[in-house]
C-alpha cells in the first residue's frame, strides 16, 4: 500500500495554498453566519465588550479636555513680580526688557504704582483708606507671560529666576495650581493606561468565554473535523474569526460610544468656552484613536479566541 | 499493510482491553475482527487512528511506527486512513456534499478536484442525487454510504470500519458489505469491526476472533464456512 509510503492526497503547493486560502474565507463567513444564527447572544457579547473598551476612551476623553482647559487657562496665569520700593522708572524699564527678551517669556507687562493704586482704589471699601495715604506705597509690579504651552517644571525655573533677580522683592507664583494641575492629569494618564488595560483583560475574558461555549457546544463537530484528519488550525480557524468578528464589532460600538459621549460634552464646553472668551474648545478623540479600537479590539478577541481554542482542543485531542 | 505486536491495552481504572495482541493485514486484504461485545474490536480500530494510544507493544501502519506519530503527524496519518462508524458521525448541519467533502477541503485540495472527486465518492455509494440534501432527510443506510464516501474519497490505502452495519437490516448491511469489498477489489486495505457472525460468514474473507481482548482465532478466508 502503503498509507505512510503512499501518501496519495499530497496536493501540489500552488493548490495547496489557494484552498488554504479558501478556507480562511469560507470560515470568516461561516463564523459569521453564526454569529448572526443568534443575534441575541452575539450582541450580548458585543455589547459587554463595547461598553468595556468604551470606558477607557471615555476617561480618555476627559483627561484630553480638562488638559486643554488647565493649558487654556494656565495661559491666563501672569506671574507676577514685585519689586524693591527704591526702583524708579527707567531701571525697572531696563529690567522689564531683560526679562521680556528670555526665550521662555511672551510678554511682560510693567504696572506702575500708581496704576496699582487705581485697581486698588476700584475695590470696595479701599477708596477711603487709600486717601489717607500720604504717599503711594505700592512698588512697581512685573506682569510676566510665560510662553504658552511650557511644562510646570520650566515655568518654576522661571519662577525661580525672576526671585534670583537683585531688584526684586517677591514673586507671586500662579503657576503652583498648574503644577497640580499637572500632577492630577499625570495620575489620569496613568489610571486611563491602567484602566485600559484592565478592560482590555476583562474584554478578552468576555470573548473567551463566549467562544469557550461556543467550542463546547461543537465538540460533535470538532470531533468528527479530528477523526477525518483536520489539524488543529483547521479546526480552530472558524473560532479565531469568530473572536475577531466579536473583536471588530465591539471596536466599532466602543468608538461610537465615544463619539456619543463627545458630542454630549460639545454643549456644556462651548458654554464654558464662552465664559473663557471663546479660548476653549472641545478636545475630540483623535482619528487614529478611533480607527485604531475596532483593530485593536479585533486582535484582543482574536488573542481571546485563541488562547481559549488552544486549551479547549487540547482537550478534545 | 498493518502489524500488530504484542500490542496490549489497559484503559485508565479499567482491566485490559487488549492483551498481547500480535497479527498481521497484509497490504489489500480485508479482513473482518469480531468477538462479543467488550472483546476489544473498537479499541483495535482506535488504536489503528491514534484515537488510542496502546500500553505495549508495536503498530505499524505501512512501515510506519504509530507510536512515533506525534503532534501534526496525527492529523496527516489520519488523512491516509478512510474511517467508517456505526452511528455515521456526518455533519448534520452541512450537505450530503459538504460532508463528504470535508477530507478534500482538509488536505487542501483545489475546489474543481473536490467537485470532481466527491461525486465520484457518492456515485460510488450510489447517492449522486442526493449532494444538495441535509444528512437528516435521508435513510440510516444512505447516511451509512454518505459516511462511507466521506471514508474514501481521500482515496485511503486503509479503510477501517467499526459497525458500520450495526444498525442496518440484513439486505442493507449486505449492500454496505458488497461496498467494502468493491474498495479491497481496487488494491485498498479494509479491516471491519463487526459482531454481526451470519453477515461475516457470507463475506468470505479472513476473520480474526477477540475474546476478552485476546486473539483466540485467525481464520483465513476459505477456512470461514
Ligand atoms: N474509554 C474507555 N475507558 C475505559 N474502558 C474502556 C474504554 N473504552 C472501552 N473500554 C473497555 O474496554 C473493553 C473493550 O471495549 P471495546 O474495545 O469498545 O470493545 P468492543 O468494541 O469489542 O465492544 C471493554 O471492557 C470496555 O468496557
Ligand atoms: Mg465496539
Not at chain 1, 488595560?197 to 469557550?212: I, K, P, W
Not at chain 2, 461496498?179 to 476473520?207: C, N, W, Y
Amino acid at each position: 500500500m502503503d498509507a505512510a509510503s503512499h501518501p496519495r492526497n499530497e496536493p501540489s503547493r500552488t493548490r495547496s495554498v489557494s484552498s488554504w486560502r479558501e478556507h480562511h474565507g469560507w470560515s470568516a463567513a461561516d463564523s459569521l453566519r453564526r454569529l448572526a444564527a443568534r443575534p441575541f447572544g452575539s450582541l450580548l457579547t458585543i455589547a459587554v465588550m463595547g461598553l468595556a473598551l468604551a470606558l477607557p476612551l471615555a476617561f480618555c476623553l476627559l483627561l484630553g479636555n480638562v488638559q486643554q482647559m488647565g493649558r487654556a487657562l494656565g495661559q491666563d496665569q501672569a506671574i507676577n513680580v514685585f519689586l524693591q520700593p527704591d526702583q524708579g522708572e527707567s531701571q525697572v524699564q531696563l529690567l522689564a526688557k531683560q526679562v521680556g527678551d528670555r526665550s521662555d517669556v511672551a510678554a511682560v507687562t510693567v504696572k506702575t504704582p500708581q496704576q496699582g493704586l487705581d485697581e486698588l482704589a476700584k475695590l470696595q471699601g479701599f477708596s477711603g483708606a487709600l486717601d489717607a495715604l500720604e504717599q503711594n506705597p505700592l512698588p512697581y509690579v512685573l506682569m510676566v507671560q510665560p510662553k504658552p504651552g511650557l511644562d510646570a517644571p520650566t515655568v518654576e525655573r522661571l519662577v525661580g529666576d525672576l526671585r534670583d533677580l537683585r531688584s526684586v522683592a517677591q514673586v507671586q507664583d500662579s503657576g503652583s495650581w498648574r503644577q497640580r494641575l499637572d500632577a492630577l492629569l499625570g495620575v489620569g494618564d496613568r489610571v486611563v493606561l491602567a484602566l485600559a488595560l484592565m478592560l482590555a483583560v476583562a474584554a478578552l475574558l468576555v470573548v473567551g468565554n463566549t467562544v469557550r461555549v461556543d467550542i463546547a457546544s461543537r465538540s460533535e463537530e470538532i470531533g468528527v473535523l479530528l477523526l477525518v484528519g483536520a489539524s488543529g488550525a483547521f479546526v480552530r480557524r472558524p473560532y479565531l474569526y469568530a473572536g475577531i468578528w466579536y473583536g471588530l464589532f465591539s471596536g466599532i460600538l466602543a468608538a461610537l460610544l465615544a463619539l456619543a459621549i463627545e458630542f454630549a460634552l460639545s454643549g456644556p464646553v462651548a458654554q464654558l468656552s464662552q465664559a473663557y472668551d471663546g479660548k476653549l474648545h472641545i478636545s475630540g478623540l483623535p482619528l487614529w484613536l478611533l480607527l485604531a479600537t475596532p483593530v485593536a479590539a479585533a486582535v484582543l478577541g482574536w488573542l481571546g479566541a485563541r488562547l481559549v481554542s488552544a486549551w479547549q482542543l487540547r482537550k478534545a485531542a | 499493510m498493518i502489524q500488530f505486536d504484542q500490542v496490549s491495552k489497559h484503559y485508565a481504572g479499567g482491566h485490559e482491553a487488549l492483551s498481547q495482541l500480535s497479527f498481521t493485514v497484509p497490504t489489500g486484504e480485508m479482513a473482518f475482527v469480531t468477538g462479543h461485545s467488550g472483546a476489544g474490536k473498537s479499541t483495535l480500530l482506535k488504536l489503528l487512528g491514534v484515537i488510542e494510544r496502546p500500553s505495549h507493544g508495536t503498530i505499524s501502519v505501512g512501515g510506519q511506527n504509530l507510536a512515533k506519530v506525534r503532534g501534526r503527524g496525527i492529523p496527516k496519518l489520519r488523512q491516509r486512513i478512510g474511517m467508517v462508524f456505526q452511528n455515521h458521525r456526518l455533519l448534520m448541519d452541512r450537505t450530503v456534499f459538504a460532508n463528504v467533502e470535508l477530507p478534500l477541503t482538509i488536505a487542501g485540495i483545489a475546489r474543481q478536484e473536490r467537485g470532481r472527486r466527491v461525486r465520484a465518492a457518492l456515485e460510488k455509494v450510489g447517492l449522486l442525487s442526493y449532494e444538495r440534501q441535509l444528512p437528516a432527510t435521508l435513510s440510516t443506510g444512505e447516511q451509512q454510504r454518505v459516511g462511507i464516501a466521506r471514508a474514501i474519497v481521500g482515496r485511503p490505502s486503509l479503510l477501517i470500519a467499526d459497525e458500520p452495519t450495526g444498525n442496518l437490516d440484513p439486505q442493507l448491511a449486505l449492500e454496505i458489505m458488497g461496498l467494502f469489498a468493491e474498495f479491497q477489489q481496487v488494491g485498498t486495505t479494509v479491516l471491519i469491526a463487526s459482531h454481526d457472525l451470519p453477515l461475516i460468514k457470507r463475506m468470505r474473507k479472513r476473520v480474526v476472533v477477540l475474546d476478552h481482548g485476546r486473539l483466540v482465532a485467525d481464520l483465513a478466508a476459505e477456512e470461514v464456512l
